[in-house]
């Protein structure tokens, strides 16, 4: 009887102490990826957003597509998207290299602003065009460290 109340006081206290070691675990990981738990998290409570995204052409940065989120506007360079699909009927998905994905209505985007921002796309990935993007973030950290 000793025996077998020993064995399930070692199996408890056991149990205890690996639910203690994946709680650090899981804990840790949440720390370490905080960002990727965060949008996951808004993902499932937010599956769609509406945004109002204008496409932009300056000649200080190149083009652009400006994303109005709240009241602030981010802007998404245009060379840096990789992939142009239409992963839905009515629904064009331009895929960033970034990961961000913008998922426009067929409806909203006519096929000559399509073909633009797929040439800018297509210099984007040229080695001319990673020099610009290169020298474009150089332009962005001076412009943050001053």
């Known amino acids: ?61 190149g083009p652009a597509a400006g994303i109005l989120r709240g009241k602030d506007r981010w802007y998404l360079f245009l060379d840096g998207i990789t992939d142009i699909q239409k992963l839905e009927k009515n629904t064009w998905t331009l895929q960033h290299y970034n990961g961000t994905a913008l998922h426009i209505y067929a409806s909203a985007i006519t096929e000559e602003q399509l073909e633009f921002v797929r040439s800018i796309a ?9 020099r610009k993007v290169i020298e474009r973030g150089r332009k962005i950290k001076e412009l943050l460290d001053n």
């Open 1 to 61: 009887m000793v025996l077998v109340i020993s064995l399930l006081v070692f199996f408890l206290v056991q149990t205890f102490l690996d639910s203690i070691v994946f709680g650090l675990f899981a804990l840790l990981l949440l720390i370490s990826f905080q960002r990727i738990f965060r949008v996951l998290v808004e993902v499932i409570l937010v599956p769609k957003r509406k945004m109002d995204v204008t496409f932009e052409n300056s000649d200080d940065w």
């Open 122 to 130: 297509r210099e984007g990935q040229t080695p001319e065009g990673i």
